[in-house]
């Protein structure tokens, strides 16, 4: 008996759920690759600044702009559309 025009539409929507999923995961995966190297880098800016780790609060409450968190623009903030 031949497969209908709808078990052959199914089966290959049953195999595109199990790529997207597989990419879900491998998206979950990469992100979490790509914090843990943020984080690195962050470290490493940081302890190459010769700074205590008592010290390192005040400095970036400075680079902040105080208490309020104002002061440096965040990149791409203050920029108009054209």
């Known amino acids: 008996m031949a497969i209908s025009k709808s078990a052959k539409i199914w089966a290959e929507m049953e195999k595109v759920k199990a790529k997207i999923s597989e990419q879900q995961s491998r998206l979950k995966e990469l992100e979490q690759k790509h914090r843990e190297a943020e ?35 965040k990149p791409g903030e203050g920029k108009e559309e054209t």
């Open 39 to 73: 984080n690195e880098e962050i470290v490493d800016i940081v302890r190459g600044m010769s700074v205590t780790l008592d010290e390192l609060p005040a400095l970036l409450r400075q680079f902040r702009g105080g208490p309020s968190g104002h002061g440096v623009q």
